[in-house]
């Protein structure tokens, strides 16, 4: 490495793996959560005193205000679109709230504006909290730049005005300020942000950068290559974007019929009260019928049919880990036929550790005795391969030496005196002699065939043993991928940015057979853009920022909750909060169930609004046998679909499987 490059210390703020800084929209700047929240308060506010019997002009005012509150945006967002001749459930959820009241319902009519309100509040507050995730992803790239100019001096630039053929200069711990190419200076590179891999990449004259990317303990001279708008980071923020834009959002079943629905049962109430008065039949019994018409055949125990069963899905998931954001994610979850999964962070744990201690022969070393001599060089150094090290020595108890003369090379590893020798740590390509034996390079070549990153240890320089560092498997991984070849008829695809011969011998222990590796955030969403073109309706799973557009992009996405990025953990329609793997599977099962419960309860629902209906338009339905009626749909199917809040619907595919092996 050039001693001309400044090698100023890291500052102490920048960590490994830096994650998105939460800048969130309160949910109270939200206008439809206030409003919601003050119709809330209101309802609970009225509802003990109309059930205690107090006077009607008490309740009865805090009812009117609850209508207000939660009733008026709903209400004019409907005739906003009934100036666009569309009509909505919206409207006719207000118009049947108000309809309620007007024959004394003014109960049944607060609730239902209460539920509407809190719907719309929790749609605004995902919509905000998207843009939020996009917003931080912008300060991954840094503000500013050093960029050298001919003669050699240096100049403090935003990194938006960088220009390709720049030479910019990255120091320790600093953030690269744009996508380039090194030309001078070695560095170990964390850009698990962009590609997912689990460890730093050694950089050095010729490598690849990426702006967002954090600096290791070395210096780097690079010459910028792309525009600042067409870096990774920022076309990564315009796929989330474009993404979010375009992916049309799945409706639940009773919206898909919300038209028909509602403009057929508007033209049916004025048919109900217009027909008789062409009859010669009395105002006061024609509008009688036809208020009884519209309670019993409005769409409160249609719409009751599908949220019950889903929230209550939803409430169950929560109970065991797994935050699903909204209905209609959980019903899209049952819809998935192809599951993508990440590497790094998702199939196993993100965390590098070491697998293999391999003292040589005539080392006279025990496993023991060379990770404590390896642990003891590693100490003082940042690196992550380093800490795995320690932490291993320190899990085993080992007592770990003085360590003087500590040096470290980017590229290359440690060197510390030990009890008065020298022991170095680091790249076998590195560290071990052209003429080592042919034990030597054995193990290592069996370990990196193994998918491990190989460290050789030398002493006094001759080698004495070569360790094996992993990021470990999750133990319920390969349960997990059965679990999801059986629910969706497919074996799940890897994808990762990780190298070609880790994913595929991960890929392996776990059942995977199609692996796509190398790949970068825009590479990963052209993969699942390409099965939702045919046909398929694709889950994907992941952790990271590269994780984000594909998330996004594809028809349901999960995010591990535990290492997750705030994009990430935004972007996705759910997250497993406590990173158990195995709920998965088990999550994409309780939906399918819950789609089952709402078809059952549409039936249900079905049948009770023809028969009223019928009875209403034949016969003469008594008002309040219509509102019973009403009512006892209402009920029935709402305790249908509570049966998914008992610990039985949360049944395990992946704990099945593993049982069964």
């Known amino acids: 490495m ?34 919601a929240l003050a119709a809330l308060v209101l309802f609970l506010l009225a509802l003990p005193l109309y059930l205690l019997g107090a006077p009607a002009w008490l309740w009865g005012t805090l009812f009117a205000a609850t209508y207000v509150a939660g009733g008026w945006e709903p209400g004019w967002e409907g005739l906003k679109a009934l100036k666009d001749k569309t009509l909505d459930v919206d409207l006719l959820m207000v118009v049947a709230a108000l309809g309620a009241a007007a024959i004394g319902q003014v109960l049944d009519g607060a609730l239902l504006i ?112 792309r525009d600042p708008a067409d870096s990774v980071i920022a076309r990564i923020v315009r796929m989330v974007e474009e993404a979010s834009e375009t992916k049309a959002p799945t409706q639940l079943f009773i919206e898909k019929i919300e038209q028909r629905y509602s403009i057929g049962m508007v033209i049916a109430t004025l048919a109900v009260f217009a027909v008789p008065l062409a009859f010669d039949d009395a105002l006061q ?21 599908t949220m019950p069963p889903l929230l209550s899905a939803i409430a169950n998931a929560g109970r065991h880990g797994v935050l699903v954001k909204s209905a209609v994610v959980m019903e899209r979850l049952g819809q998935i036929d192809a599951v993508a999964l990440d590497k790094t962070g998702t199939l196993t744990e993100g965390t590098p550790r070491v697998t293999d201690i391999r003292p040589l022969p005539g080392s006279a070393l025990t496993e023991d005795e060379l990770l404590a001599l390896a642990a003891s060089a590693e100490h003082p150094s940042e690196h992550p391969l380093a800490r795995a090290v320690v932490d291993a020595a320190r899990e085993g108890g080992l007592v770990l030496a003085d360590a003087g003369g500590f040096t470290s090379v980017p590229g290359q590893g440690v060197t510390a005196v030990i009890a008065g020798r020298a022991v170095q740590v680091g790249s076998p390509a590195r560290l071990l002699p052209a003429d080592a034996g042919p034990a030597h390079q054995k193990v290592v070549r069996e370990l990196e065939d193994a998918g491990r990153t190989a460290v050789a240890v030398l002493r006094d320089g001759a080698p004495v043993g070569v360790l094996g ?20 008829g497919r074996t799940p695809v890897l994808l990762t940015g990780d190298n070609e011969r880790a994913a595929r011998h991960l890929a392996a222990e776990v059942g995977i057979t199609d692996v ?36 996004a992009a594809a028809h349901s996405g999960i995010a591990m909750g535990k290492a997750g990025s705030d994009l990430a953990l935004e972007t996705a329609d759910a997250v497993v909060v406590r990173d158990e793997l195995a709920t998965i599977p088990t999550v994409v099962n309780l939906s399918r169930t819950a789609r089952r419960l709402v078809i059952q309860n549409l039936a249900i629902a079905g049948v009770f609004i023809t028969v009223l209906v019928a009875w ?18 209402t009920v029935i199917v709402g305790l249908n679909g509570l049966r998914l809040l008992r610990e039985a619907a949360w049944t395990n595919p992946a704990k099945d499987t593993k049982d069964t092996a």
């Open 2 to 35: 050039s001693s001309a490059l400044d090698q100023r210390p890291a500052p102490a703020a920048a960590g490994p793996r830096p994650g998105l800084p939460r800048r969130r929209t309160r949910v109270l700047a939200l206008p439809e959560a206030r409003w």
């Open 114 to 225: 209460v539920i509407f309100a809190t719907s719309g509040a929790l749609e605004a507050v995902a919509t905000a909290r998207t843009a939020d995730s996009v917003r931080g992803l912008l300060d991954l790239a840094p503000s500013t730049a050093t960029r050298l100019l001919p003669d050699g001096t240096e100049e403090s630039v935003d990194a938006a005005q960088l220009k390709v053929g720049d030479t910019i200069l990255v120091r320790p711990g600093e953030r690269v300020g744009g996508d380039g190419q090194v030309l001078d200076g070695a560095s170990d590179v964390d850009q698990a942000t962009i590609t997912g891999e689990p460890l730093p990449v050694t950089k050095q004259a010729g490598g690849e950068v990426f702006a967002g990317t954090v600096n290791g303990t070395g210096a780097l001279r690079v010459r910028v290559e």
């Open 285 to 305: 019994s024609a509008l009688l019928r036809a208020m009884t018409f519209m309670i019993v055949a409005s769409p409160c125990a249609v719409v009751l049919s």
């Open 469 to 488: 560092i992993a990021d470990r498997l999750r133990p319920d991984a390969a349960a997990t991928v059965a679990a999801l070849t059986r629910l969706t």
């Open 516 to 551: 796509r590796a190398g790949l970068l955030p825009q590479d990963k969403v052209a993969a699942v853009r390409e099965w939702e073109g045919q046909g398929r309706k694709v889950l994907v799973v992941g952790d990271g920022v590269n994780d984000a557009p594909a998330l």
């Open 616 to 633: 209403d338009l034949i016969g003469t339905l008594p008002l309040p046998l219509g509102v019973a009626g009403h009512e006892g749909s």
